[in-house]
Structure formats: structure tokens, C-alpha cells
């Protein structure tokens, strides 16, 4: 009996067009028209400002915890700049800029952080999944978007994002495996961020890559410069073209790095150290699409100042309006709607137990 | 009217409802070609084709996940679990984002899926294909937890599971699949999720119950009349959650006397809570504690000895005798 070696007909790549000096690949450059550059640049500029923004709020302590993104708007801007909007998104939870994008207001996210269930009626009601926080188990939900959409005859594709510590959960498995089996219009982005809170990439697998691991589900995978915007737009507009066109998923791995902490609960000093993080600041994704533009002209030193002032004001507006929406919030006899379509009667029971604590409360003084 | 058991009474709901609504999907294990291990989905596969009946790679977590997705973008998946003992693989999936989308969303997104699967013990099966663990579900805000206890009344409520706006964890017990027959309408037929049912009148003692227990707890409330000459009242819960306790509060206040039947383990169980309604709404009227006819608080037993945990006729007879002398 022979024992031979098996031909796999798959191989997966490494996407880079633009690198960190800002110098282009011209023949690789994605034909992004100008508008859609510029939007994108100011998507990022917002993106970081605002994270900033987020901190210095929680740090002060108007808002709770949350996930910052910055280090990693390439990743996740340049992968939903490629949606149409009747697409879907299905996020994770530290792809703020690209919910921004589809249309959520920052105030919608300051209200969240501040621990407001209101942030999600403000948010529009188009087809993008609120975030999800238990690692990975979002993706199989865009499996079967994606698989509804191709039953109802539409050719709507899903984006799903996920972290590399997602890729140990056994739903990425699941999902990745799924999508497969339906050759259902996902592309799974995964903004490997290279930590799982204080695990490194290198602990969360064996495999030399993260993209390789579609190979075993049947599907295209390719590996980008997630701090590369135009690689990251290329790589998932070349996915979008295959869901689309009906021939099945892609797993899209995007290298990037989370600058700041997993949230803001989190010490990162106590796992890693200031020299790697240094080592990834002269990557970044947002100064190198800065002189890609400037040196295509799209871009002067006074339109950058321009942008950032036009959006340091839009999140002071967004600051403004949450503030002022959060002194008007707080009644919390909302928290009983929407656990169900009617109100159980149990449920109805407790509303009115609640009405009554307040209303005795209220004659004692004290706290319901 | 025909005769029929409660693999064709749910075959039927799942076949007229997919006739009536494109929306309707099946997916699962062995769903398709073989039917289902148990074949309620007999037929459906050659009737609606590989685009409505999906057999599903075997993963649970990946069934549900994706009936999540599908339902958010406007279809009505049912999916099976071929056992409930592997539901808990998709636990995760079900008390993190079916029961909660809907609020985690405002209202924007909602989750009208349907889980069935086999739950119960009586049918001499392997390992975790013998439990009854509804409580976790029915302890789980955001989702509904139906178990019929007959061929009919299971046509009738997974008509209304389908049609729920939100998901419904739909139990089906193994040892009624073919246990006998009944008649069953072929016209429509809709039993509202969330209501019980009287289904003996008494006036000596109210016997809760749902499910399987349905049957021994009638036959008991039968032998209890010939020997003793008392009239135990039937309730069938039907819905777990959300519990409708206004018949069972109602009945123990006439009666005086209460107990509930159930397969499931004793502590925390669905009796617990069905207890303390009695005891919030029906305490001055009560006559003797309430009785509890469970079962134990131990794993189910492999099948050579399912018969000493399962509550039976006898069982509950005693208890019965218990309640009515106290």
C-alpha cells in the first residue's frame, strides 16, 4: 500500500500595498475613487479622536468601560468601506469607526459606554448587528444572514468581525465550517490584533497564520496588512466580488495592533512591553494613508488640519447631545420593555411591584 | 377526524405551516433525507426540497447560531436538536443572543425561531438521551418553553411556536412520540402559547403537571376516585414560561390541596416555582403543604433503572392518598 503525498490545490497569500513609509504598490492600488479616500481618511481621523475622547471620558468617569480601537481604524474601515449599504455587518466589539460608518451616531456609542440601553434605539435600523460580546459566537449569525439572503434571491453579502482569540472559540469553527458547507456570502475579517487581553497571538495558536486555517473549511484565505487600508479594502472587495457573485465565503486576516489597552479595565503594561508597542506606532495605519494621499495630492497639510477640527467638533457635539440626552434618561421602568414581543404577565407583575417599591420609596426617602 | 401519533401530529403542523409560509425553514441533524432520527420530519425534505429542509453538519452551537441569523433577517427556522441533551453545546447561542436581540436591539431586531427537541426519559436510551431540563430555559428571560403532552395539543402549540414572534424552546417527549393516538383536526388548529389547560375536574386536590407525567398523573387521578372516592383536578401547564398560574391558583383555592408532577429534578425545578405561586396566591386557602412528585436530584439513571426515578401512576397514587389523609 503506497503512502503519497495529497495535492492540496490551495495556497494562501499576503496582501501589502501600501507600507508603513507610505510608499504604494502601484499596480496593486485599488481603484478607490477620491471621495470614498477622503471619506475613509476622515472615518480614521474620527475614529482614533474619538477613542481618545472615550477615554479621557471614562477616565474622568461620565462613561463605563470599553474597548478602544485605536491602532486597528485601517482594519476595520477599509473592510466596511467595501459594503454596499443593503450589505450586512455583524461586529464584534471593538469596531467602533466601522459601526460609525454604517451609520451609528457617536452619540448612540457615548450612550452606550455610559451604560444606556437607549444607545440602541438610536442607532438605525438598517442591517447591522448590535455589537456582541461573547468572543466569537456572532459569527454564526451572519451565516445565516447570509444564507437567508440567498434564499430570498438577493445578493447581499455579510461582513463579520472577529479577534484572533475568536479563532480558539469553537463557533469559529462552527461558522467558518457552516459557511462552507452553504457556500453562504460571508466574509469573515479577523482583526488580529496580536492580544487576547494578555495573550499573545502565538499562545492563542499553532497555526503559522491565521488566514491558513480557511483552507480546511474549503475557502479562499488570505492575510493583509490590517494597517494598510488599501489592502484591507482590496483583499475584502476581491471577497465581496466572490460572495456575491455566489461562490462562497473568505476569510480575510487582518495584521494589525490593538494600541491601547483590551478596555479600560485593562493594564497591558503588565504583559507586554513599551518597546513592541513603539515597534507598531511607526506602522501606523493612519499616517502612512496620510502621505499616500498628500503625495497624490488629495491632501494638504491644511485640509488635515481642517479635517481635524471638523471632527474634534462633531464629537464634542455628540458629547453635548449625550450629556444632555443622559440628564433626560434614567427612568428605569423601560428596563421591563422588549424582553418580548407582549409582556408577559409575570413580567407585568413585576413592573407593577416595581411602581409601587418607587412610589414607597419615594414617601420613605429612600432608594427603591 | 384522523388518528394520529405525535410524530405525525407535529409532521403535520410542520407541513402545513412550511405550505402556508415560505418563511419556514427546518434545519438539523438528519433532518432532511432520513427525516429525523425519530421522523417528525418525514417527508418534508421530498415535499419542500433541500432549500427548506436543511441537514445541518453536526454541531449544535452552529444550528442555532445560524437559525438566529436567519430569523433576524425575517425567516421562521425550526430548527431540532436530535436530543436535548446536546442542546446545552448551544446554550450559549440561545440564552446570549436568541433570548436577548430583541432587547439588546430596542425592539429593532427579534428572533421568531423555533428549537424542538426530544426531552424525557421511558424510551430506554443511551446517556443524555433521557433528561428533562426545561428549567434552564424556562429560568431564561427572553425565552418561552412550551411541552405538550399529547399528539393534538403538540400539532396545535408548535403551530403557535412558529407563528411566536420570539423563540420558543420547544420540548418533545420521546416516550409520547408513538405512544398512542389522537384525534387531530386536519383544519388548523392554534393552542396559544402561555395558557394551561383543565383537563379533569375535581374538586378534592389540583394535580399541576405537563409533558409526559400528563398520562400517569391521569391514571392515578382515577385509581385515587375508585379507591377513595376523591376528585383530583388536572392541570396541564402546557407552557412552562411563561407560566399562566391563574387555573392551577384558581383550582387550589376551591381544592384546598395541591401537588405537581414532573420528570425533572426536584430542586430548583419548574414544581419550585409553581410552589411559590401557590403559596403568594393561594397560601389562606390551603389545607396541607404542598406535595412535590418529582424527579430525584441526581442524574437519570441508565435505562436499566429509568423506571425507579421516573414518577409513575403508583407514585403519584400514594402521594395523592398522602395529601387528600392530611
Redesign the interface.
Known amino acids: 500500500m503506497p503512502r503519497t503525498h495529497i495535492e492540496l490545490d490551495e495556497s494562501i497569500e499576503r496582501l501589502s500595498i501600501l507600507d508603513a513609509e507610505g510608499n504604494v504598490d502601484k499596480e496593486r492600488d485599488p481603484d478607490i475613487n477620491r471621495e470614498l479616500l477622503l471619506k475613509l481618511y476622515r472615518a480614521m481621523v474620527l475614529g482614533r479622536r474619538f477613542d481618545e475622547r472615550l477615554l479621557a471620558l471614562q477616565r474622568q468617569g461620565r462613561i463605563g468601560t470599553f474597548p478602544p480601537i485605536s491602532g486597528q481604524e485601517a482594519a476595520h474601515l477599509g473592510a466596511v468601506a467595501v459594503l454596499q449599504p443593503e450589505d450586512w455587518m455583524v461586529p464584534a466589539f471593538r469596531e467602533t469607526a466601522a459601526e460609525v460608518w454604517r451609520g451609528r451616531s457617536l452619540e448612540s456609542v457615548i450612550l452606550g459606554n455610559a451604560g444606556f440601553n437607549e444607545a440602541a434605539a438610536l442607532a438605525p435600523p438598517g442591517p447591522n448587528l448590535p455589537v456582541a460580546v461573547p468572543v466569537g459566537s456572532q459569527m454564526l449569525h451572519a451565516v445565516g444572514l447570509g444564507w437567508a439572503a440567498r434564499y430570498r434571491g438577493k445578493d447581499q453579502v455579510v461582513l463579520t468581525f472577529f479577534g484572533d482569540g475568536a479563532t480558539s472559540e469553537g463557533d469559529f469553527h462552527e461558522a467558518m465550517n457552516f459557511a462552507g458547507v452553504y457556500q453562504a456570502p460571508v466574509i469573515f475579517v479577523c482583526q488580529n490584533n496580536q492580544w487576547a487581553i494578555s495573550i499573545p497571538r502565538h499562545a492563542q495558536t499553532r497555526s503559522a497564520t491565521i488566514a491558513q486555517k480557511a483552507l480546511a473549511y474549503g475557502m479562499p484565505g488570505i492575510q493583509v496588512d490590517g494597517n494598510d487600508v488599501l489592502a484591507v479594502y482590496a483583499a475584502v472587495a476581491e471577497a465581496a466580488a466572490r460572495a456575491r457573485a455566489g461562490n462562497g465565503p473568505t476569510l480575510v486576516e487582518c495584521e494589525t495592533y490593538r494600541m491601547k489597552m483590551h478596555t479600560t479595565a485593562d493594564d497591558p503594561k503588565r504583559y507586554r512591553t513599551d518597546e513592541e508597542v513603539e515597534g507598531w506606532r511607526r506602522k501606523d495605519p493612519i499616517l502612512r494613508f496620510e502621505t499616500y494621499l498628500k503625495r497624490r495630492r488629495l491632501l494638504t497639510k491644511a485640509k488635515i488640519e481642517a479635517v481635524d477640527a471638523e471632527v474634534r467638533e462633531a464629537i464634542q457635539t455628540a458629547v453635548d447631545a449625550a450629556e444632555t440626552r443622559m440628564a433626560s434618561l434614567g427612568d428605569p421602568i423601560d428596563m421591563f420593555d422588549h424582553a418580548y414581543a407582549e409582556m408577559t404577565p409575570a413580567i407585568a407583575a413585576h413592573r407593577e411591584e416595581f411602581l409601587a417599591e418607587t412610589a414607597a420609596a419615594a414617601e420613605e426617602g429612600s432608594d427603591a | 377526524m384522523p388518528k394520529l401519533t405525535m410524530v405525525q401530529a407535529l409532521n403535520l403542523a410542520l407541513q402545513q405551516e412550511m405550505a402556508a409560509d415560505d418563511r419556514v425553514?427546518l434545519l438539523g441533524e438528519d433532518v432532511g433525507v432520513d427525516g429525523g432520527v425519530f421522523r417528525v420530519t418525514d417527508g418534508l425534505y421530498e415535499a419542500f426540497g433541500a432549500?427548506r429542509v436543511?441537514d445541518?453538519?453536526l454541531?449544535e452551537?452552529?444550528i442555532?447560531?445560524?437559525?438566529?441569523?436567519?430569523?433576524?433577517?425575517?425567516?421562521r427556522?425550526v430548527c431540532e436538536m436530535q436530543f436535548s441533551g446536546f442542546s446545552y453545546q448551544a446554550f450559549?447561542?440561545l440564552e446570549?443572543?436568541a433570548a436577548r436581540?430583541?432587547?439588546?436591539?430596542?425592539?429593532?431586531?427579534?428572533v421568531p425561531m423555533v428549537l424542538r427537541a426530544p426531552y424525557g426519559g421511558g424510551v430506554r436510551a443511551l446517556e443524555h438521551h433521557s433528561e428533562s431540563r426545561e428549567a434552564y430555559y424556562a429560568h431564561t428571560?427572553?425565552l418561552?418553553m412550551v411541552i405538550p403532552s399529547g399528539p393534538r395539543n403538540a400539532r396545535a402549540l408548535l403551530v403557535a411556536a412558529i407563528r411566536d414572534?420570539?423563540p420558543v424552546i420547544f420540548f418533545e417527549s420521546k416516550a409520547l412520540y408513538r405512544a398512542y393516538r389522537e384525534e387531530v383536526p386536519d383544519k388548523e388548529e392554534v393552542l396559544p402559547i402561555?395558557t394551561s389547560q383543565i383537563t379533569r375536574e375535581g374538586s378534592d386536590l389540583t394535580i399541576v403537571t405537563y409533558g409526559a407525567m400528563l398520562r400517569p398523573v391521569m391514571a392515578a387521578a382515577e385509581e385515587l376516585q375508585q379507591q377513595t372516592g376523591a376528585a383530583a383536578e388536572v392541570i396541564d401547564l402546557q407552557t412552562i414560561a411563561?407560566?399562566?398560574?391563574t387555573l392551577f391558583v384558581a383550582s387550589a383555592r376551591r381544592t384546598g390541596r395541591a401537588m405537581i408532577v414532573h420528570e425533572a429534578p426536584r430542586s430548583f425545578g419548574p414544581g419550585a416555582e409553581v410552589v411559590t405561586r401557590l403559596v403568594e396566591k393561594a397560601f389562606y386557602y390551603l389545607e396541607a403543604p404542598i406535595a412535590r412528585v418529582t424527579g430525584y436530584d441526581i442524574v437519570i439513571p441508565l435505562f436499566a433503572r429509568e423506571k425507579s426515578y421516573l414518577p409513575n401512576a403508583d407514585r403519584v397514587l400514594r402521594a395523592a392518598r398522602r395529601l387528600i389523609a392530611a
Do not use: C
Open positions: 425553514v432549500e436543511l445541518t453538519p454541531a452551537s452552529g442555532v447560531g445560524m437559525s438566529i441569523g436567519m430569523a433576524v433577517y425575517g425567516l427556522p450559549h447561542q446570549n443572543h436581540m430583541r432587547w439588546r436591539s430596542q425592539g429593532h431586531f427579534h428571560p427572553g418561552k414572534p420570539d402561555g411563561p407560566l399562566d398560574d
